[in-house]
T-cell receptor, first 111, second 115 residues
């Protein structure tokens, strides 16, 4: 039973446009959500997070939106740059505990 | 600043062989963990440790052993490798096991192939 779902395996966008990466979850007890970015042959690195008491968190070009009623969060990257091409993992935790990761989505930003 | 260091980066094993993946961190983090990444499966937690002398199982612990004799090191042992353990392994560390306000640092990964 997959509790964190990233249903789209890949996304391709034009440089300068917006990238929207989606993530759904089934466990209503999740209260903290994170996005990690991973380049080939490297370990994942933390990108941005959001607590369940918020519905939006912004950090530069990256914004994460949380819709608790829909159990859905999304990562917006504006404007997208070629260096953003990577695998993005959505992750969630319950009661500040261990993380559950989604399968990841591969973002390709075309120059 | 080395961060989280994993060795070896690549390894090929024969079925039934044993080996240890090494992991060391120099950030004095209490919490360390091992994940495996498989195509279409994301990152799955194998084992974790909240401090020296304390370990616990994650989501997919079967076939793996761990120990935590020091704060710095958290080796992952495969006692009898199986082809199903072919994967990319990531070691991670953080100040605590709390997810909020607590950045998890990952190593660069160890590519293991069992033939």
């Amino acid at each position: 039973d997959q509790q964190v779902k990233q249903n789209s395996p890949s996304l391709s966008v034009q440089e300068g446009r917006i990238s929207i990466l989606n993530c759904d979850y089934t466990n209503s007890m999740f209260d903290y959500f994170l996005w990690y970015k991973k380049y080939p042959a490297e370990g994942p690195t933390f990108l941005i997070s959001i607590s369940s008491i918020k519905d939006k968190n912004e950090d530069g070009r990256f914004t994460v939106f949380l819709n608790k009623s829909a159990k859905h969060l999304s990562l917006h990257i504006v404007p997208s740059q070629p260096g953003d091409s990577a695998v993005y993992f959505c992750a969630a935790s319950e009661a500040n505990s261990k993380l559950t990761f989604g399968k990841g989505i591969t973002l390709s930003v075309r120059p | 600043n080395a961060g989280v260091t994993q060795t070896p980066k690549f390894q090929v094993l024969k079925t039934g062989q044993s080996m240890t993946l090494q992991c060391a961190q120099d950030m004095n983090h209490e919490y360390m963990s091992w994940y495996r990444q498989d195509p279409g499966m994301g990152l799955r937690l194998i084992h974790y440790s909240v401090g020296a002398g304390i370990t616990d199982q994650g989501e997919v612990p079967n076939g793996y052993n761990v120990s935590r004799s020091t704060t710095e090191d958290f080796p992952l042992r495969l006692l009898s490798a199986a082809p199903s353990q072919t994967s990319v392994y990531f070691c991670a560390s953080s100040y605590s096991g709390r997810s909020s306000g607590n950045t998890i640092y990952f190593g660069e990964g160890s590519w293991l192939t069992v033939v």
